[in-house]
C-alpha cells in the first residue's frame, strides 16, 4: 500500500449520522486523494490535495468537506450521512517513479461505509 | 473530458484460457495509462503502467498490455490464465486536472477452475 493507512476499515450509520475517514501516509508525499468506488462506476475523485493547507474538488464533492492540516494526514468528513454515500472509499497518494519520472498512484485499503 | 471506456462489464473463462480485456481513452495528448487489479474484498493493486517507449508494457503475474496511439486503446492481456486471476479489473489514464486518474467503469474477470 505504498504506506498508506485508512481507518476505520468498516462503518455503518444511519442516515444523518457524521463521521470522519481517516488516511495518512508515512512517506511525505504531497498529493493525496480521496477517490469513493460503486458498483459498476469505477472509482471516482471526491477531493484533492495538493499540499498541507491546500485541497480541491474533485468530481463528486458534495456531501464531504476534506482536511489536510499536515502533510501526512488528509481526512473525509461527511456531516450528515446519506444512503448515497454507501460506497467504499480509497485514499490515495502519488509517488514519482525513481525509473520513469512519471506519477504512479497507490491506493490505501479502503474503508467500505453503508448507510442506512 | 477525458474517459475512459472498458468495453465489458463481466468476463468469464476456464483456466489457461487467453484472457483480452478492452481499454479505450478519450485523452489526445500525452498519455500516462494504467492497469490496476482489485481481488475480492481488497484494495486496489497496480499491475502495469505505460508511460513512454515500448508500447507492450509487461506487468506482474504474467499480464502484459499494449498501447496503440491511433486506437486510443491501452488492451490487458494474458496468454493463460488462472483461478487466481478472479478478480475485477481497472484501466486508468492519468489526465485529471489535479493529477488524478480518470478510472473505467472496470472489468470483472471470473475463471472457473
Known amino acids: 500500500n505504498a504506506g498508506v493507512t485508512q481507518t476505520p476499515k468498516f462503518q455503518v450509520l444511519k442516515t444523518g449520522q457524521s463521521m470522519t475517514l481517516q488516511c495518512a501516509q508515512d512517506?511525505?508525499?504531497?498529493?493525496m486523494y480521496w477517490y469513493r468506488q460503486d458498483p459498476g462506476m469505477g472509482l471516482r475523485l471526491i477531493y484533492y490535495?495538493?499540499?498541507?493547507?491546500?485541497?480541491d474538488k474533485g468530481e463528486v464533492p458534495n456531501g464531504y468537506n476534506v482536511s489536510r492540516l499536515n502533510k501526512r494526514e488528509f481526512s473525509l468528513r461527511l456531516e450528515s450521512a446519506a444512503p448515497s454515500q454507501t460506497s467504499v472509499y480509497f485514499c490515495?497518494?502519488?509517488?514519482?517513479?525513481?525509473?520513469?519520472?512519471?506519477?504512479?498512484?497507490?491506493f490505501g485499503p479502503g474503508t467500505r461505509l453503508t448507510v442506512t | 473530458a477525458q474517459s475512459v471506456s472498458q468495453h465489458n462489464h463481466h468476463v468469464i473463462l476456464s483456466e489457461a484460457a487467453s484472457l483480452e480485456l478492452g481499454c479505450n481513452y478519450s485523452y489526445g495528448g500525452t498519455v500516462n495509462l494504467f492497469w490496476y487489479v482489485q481481488y475480492p474484498g481488497q484494495h486496489l493493486q497496480l499491475l502495469l503502467k505505460y508511460f513512454s517507449g515500448d508500447p507492450l508494457v509487461k506487468g506482474i503475474k504474467g499480464f502484459e498490455a499494449e498501447f496503440i496511439k491511433s486506437k486510443f486503446s491501452f488492451n490487458l492481456r494474458k496468454p493463460s490464465v488462472q483461478w487466481s486471476d478472479t478478480a475485477e479489473y481497472f484501466c486508468?489514464?492519468?489526465?485529471?486536472?489535479?493529477?488524478?486518474?480518470?478510472f473505467g467503469k472496470g472489468t470483472k474477470l471470473s475463471v472457473k477452475p
Open positions: 490535495s495538493a499540499s498541507e493547507g491546500t485541497t
Open positions: 486508468a489514464v492519468l489526465g485529471g486536472s489535479q493529477g488524478n486518474l480518470i
Open positions: 490515495a497518494i502519488s509517488l514519482r517513479g525513481q525509473t520513469t519520472g512519471s506519477y504512479e498512484q497507490y
Open positions: 512517506m511525505n508525499h504531497n498529493s
